[in-house]
């Protein structure tokens, strides 16, 4: 791989993490909307952007297969039922999450991720940790116990964000289907539940998808563009970038998130969340150390049997 393949994995990588993290600003400027009706319209139009998408890179016609493919394989239909189940619950735990003020919160969980990630691959795939490994995770445990300590109750929106996303990974992981198709396919599968909210809203006279209002529509619209382009993005990029690179940059986002919620919305950073981040900041690091430690030894490994 060359030097200018790498830059460019890494600039669009970085962008897509930038529109991650900056992504409740944007959802932020229809607070007024209810959380439920801004996620179907991200489904609507994330599904559309994609098809888009898809036909601009001439691969409309692989992507059909890959639907036959899928139909006729029921286990995989299953699994990436599953996959869509499990991002629009995550999306809508977020959304909720940036319209009712916990920006915070939402930077808390996408912080947890990568660590729920690694315990799935533990328990699903049969992945081994090492000591320190298994230490940084206890840490982060430990994190969310002293949250829950201080809060008196569970942070459910760090937890479910970091669940739903983590064992989303899980099915991918288990699915093995192109990002573009799968994220086509999982908005499709929720479509017409999407679709017939919309219509229901729309005959009530209580949605906000209106002419009347085309600064509204116009933003609901442009939730497909929000979702869909930094995964497009980091599909192209992080095929030109090593795991390490990657695993730095997947921090990128909820830093700002968590700068956002605090500078720009002005949430508070209270003392269960200091707890929290401290602990959970703790156990990134142990675990990053972890990481690279064992690739340098299966680098020198490699290089000792040639």
């Known amino acids: 791989m060359d030097a200018k393949q790498t830059r460019l994995g890494i600039i669009l990588a970085l962008a897509a993490y930038f529109i991650w993290g900056i992504a409740p600003a944007y959802f932020k400027l229809i607070y007024y909307v209810p959380a439920d009706e801004i996620l179907t319209h991200r489904v609507i139009w994330s599904f559309f952007f994609m098809l888009m998408i898809l036909s601009f890179m001439g691969r409309m016609v ?13 286990s995989r239909g299953a699994l990436l039922a599953l996959a869509s189940f499990l991002i629009t619950a995550n999306w809508c735990i977020f959304i909720w999450a940036v319209t009712n003020r916990h920006v915070v919160d939402t930077s808390v969980g996408y912080y947890m991720n990568p660590l729920v990630s690694v315990l799935l691959g533990v328990v699903c795939f049969h992945e081994r940790l090492s000591k320190m490994k298994w230490f940084s995770i206890a840490v982060a445990a430990a994190g969310i116990g002293a949250m829950t300590w201080e809060l008196e ?19 991918k992981k288990k699915l093995n289907l192109d990002a573009f198709y799968s994220i086509t396919l999982e908005t499709f599968f929720v479509l017409p539940f999407a679709l017939a909210y919309v219509f229901f809203l729309g005959n009530d006279g209580i949605g906000h998808f209106t002419v009347d209002d085309l600064r509204t529509a116009g933003f609901l619209i442009g939730a497909g563009a929000v979702t869909a382009t930094p995964l497009v993005l980091f599909s192209i990029g992080a095929n030109d970038l090593p795991l390490n690179v990657l695993g ?52 020198k490994r490699g290089m000792s049997a040639l």
Request: aromatic share 20%; hydrophobic share 55%.
């Open 62 to 74: 692989s992507f059909w297969e890959e639907c036959k493919h899928l139909w006729a394989d029921k």
């Open 153 to 171: 109750r569970l942070p459910l929106i760090a937890v479910g964000l970091a669940s739903t996303f983590a064992l989303y990974g899980a099915v």
């Open 248 to 299: 730095f940059c997947q921090y990128i986002s909820p830093s700002i998130t968590l700068l956002l919620g605090i500078f720009l919305f002005g949430e508070p950073f209270t003392r269960a969340q200091v707890s929290a981040f401290s602990f959970i900041w703790s156990a990134l690091a142990v675990f990053t150390i972890a990481d690279w430690r064992e690739r340098k030894f299966l680098e």
